[in-house]
């Protein structure tokens, strides 16, 4: 079965800063699909960044980016410029590519504050 | 506007009394899943359906029934609730398996 580690249950950063959220996981396939989901207060969430683990080049949405390493199965998350409008829970999640369930595992979230 | 809805929002309910959570979406989506929410556990499915008629148990699926007689539907169904059934619930659909999965706002159920 397969397992994301979110091993930064809170992290704090000053406003403006850069920011980098780890994440690791672990699975036997090839071919599946990572994401960082936001929660913020709201508790709405919001996909903020997908890979696709065939794809080499790392995804980028605006000041977000990942630094995804298929060997190591590690997929960080890099805040640039961070804004108050950035502090939520951060969801790492994994999803297998094989047809079927669509199931996301998710690791157990890491807090980001943002310091004024 | 593309997305999905839960109903209620917010739920205070005792046990044993029988409570549907409804799951909509516009999206024409063929999949969809239910997941819950726990402090220090993240997001874990309950039941999962990729199509009408097609549904089939997740990570925690004790206690809980789904139906899917609609593609739009796709209500979670407590026959039941008992107090460690409180929690946070999400309802999330996507196109397909290899697609990104939406998220509705979520359902604060309290079980007493």
């Known amino acids: 079965a397969q397992t994301v580690t979110q091993s930064q249950p809170e992290m704090s950063v000053q406003e403006a800063e850069t920011v980098t959220l780890s994440c690791t996981y672990d699975?036997?396939?090839?071919?599946?699909?990572l994401f960082w989901y936001k929660q913020p207060p709201s508790r709405q969430m919001i996909l903020v960044i997908r890979?696709?683990?065939?794809?080499?080049q790392n995804a980028t949405e605006n000041r977000f980016s990942v630094n995804f390493q298929k060997a190591a199965k590690s997929f960080s998350l890099k805040i640039s410029d961070s804004q108050l409008g950035d502090a939520a829970m951060y969801f790492c999640a994994y999803r297998s590519a094989r047809s079927g369930n669509e199931k996301l595992t998710f690791g157990t979230g890491t807090r980001l504050t943002i310091i004024p | 506007e593309a997305q999905v809805t839960q109903n209620p929002r917010y739920l205070i309910t005792v046990t044993g009394k029988k409570l549907t959570v409804t799951c909509s979406q516009n999206?024409?989506?063929?999949?969809m899943s239910w997941y819950r929410q726990d402090p220090g556990l993240g997001l874990r499915q309950i039941y999962y359906s990729m199509n009408v008629e097609v549904t089939d148990k997740g990570d925690v699926p004790e206690g809980y029934k789904v139906s899917r007689k609609e593609k739009r539907n796709f209500p979670l169904i407590l026959e039941s609730p008992s107090p460690n059934q409180t929690s946070l619930y999400f309802c999330?659909?996507?196109?397909?398996?290899?697609?990104?999965?939406?998220f509705g706002p979520g359902t604060r159920l309290t079980v007493l």
């Open positions: 699975t036997s396939e090839s071919d599946y699909y």
């Open positions: 999206m024409n989506h063929e999949y």
């Open positions: 999330a659909s996507s196109p397909n398996e290899k697609d990104t999965q939406y």
């Open positions: 890979q696709e683990a065939y794809k080499q």
